[in-house]
T-cell receptor, first 114, second 113 residues
């Protein structure tokens, strides 16, 4: 168990809808990362937050947004969902924002868009 | 721009034999290199990393990796494979001058009894 929790485990929704994925980092970790894992795209970095502030942005679509709250949990919002958004979404946390820190991954949320 | 390549989609090894999972990278600054493993229906788990220092890095579960600057490689190795090592392995790189981490496409390691 990495200490990172994600809810829900599974999410099934329809095209055009909006969903929110939640992540709680390990106790004491300030950085949260979001990733999308799909069969054709592999593991794609979406966005990083450090202590409430956006730190780095990857291949995140404009339909997607994220935030990190004062208690350090983070939410990833996906809107106007398309079939291609079906994927596993992982969050990971590290103790600081340093580039050399290893990341601890949550179990993921499997999103299915029908 | 930074990139990382795992040239093999799948590696098959007999139990007890040595294994190698290949990774090559491209960065403009100094590389920070990582290996992660993903078991079915689980998140990624950290195995080992190279930041600086000794080119041979030892990690979890008996794995090690060798940083080769001239060949821009960071291959994952284990002297004697176990069936329980069967999983998906990801190499990742961070450029010291960039803020993003890039993951390779993953290599599925299959160890036959």
């Amino acid at each position: 168990d990495s200490g990172v929790t994600q809810t829900p485990k599974h999410l099934i929704t329809a095209t055009g809808q909006r969903v929110t994925l939640r992540c709680s980092p390990r106790s004491g970790d300030l950085s949260v990362y979001w990733y999308q894992q799909s069969l054709d795209q592999g593991l794609q970095f979406l966005i990083q937050y450090y202590n409430g502030e956006e730190r780095a942005k990857g291949n995140i679509l404009e339909r997607f947004s994220a935030q990190q709250f004062p208690d350090l949990h983070s939410e990833l919002n996906l809107s106007s969902l398309e079939l291609g958004d079906s994927a596993l979404y992982f969050c990971a946390s590290t103790s600081g924002g340093a580039l050399e820190n290893e990341q601890f991954f949550g179990p993921g949320t499997r999103l299915t868009v029908l | 721009a930074q990139s990382v390549a795992q040239p093999e989609d799948q590696v098959n090894v007999a139990e007890g034999n040595p294994l190698t999972v290949k990774c090559t990278y491209s960065v403009s600054g100094n590389p920070y290199l990582f290996w992660y493993v993903q078991y079915p229906n689980r998140g990624l788990q950290f195995l080992l990393k190279y930041i600086t220092g000794d080119n041979l890095v030892k990690g979890s579960y008996g794995f090690e990796a060798e940083f080769n600057k001239s060949q821009t490689s960071f291959h994952l190795k284990k002297p004697s494979a176990l069936v329980s090592d069967s999983a998906l392995y990801f190499c990742a790189v961070r450029d010291s001058s960039a803020s993003k981490i890039i993951f390779g496409s993953g290599t599925r390691l299959s160890i036959r009894p």
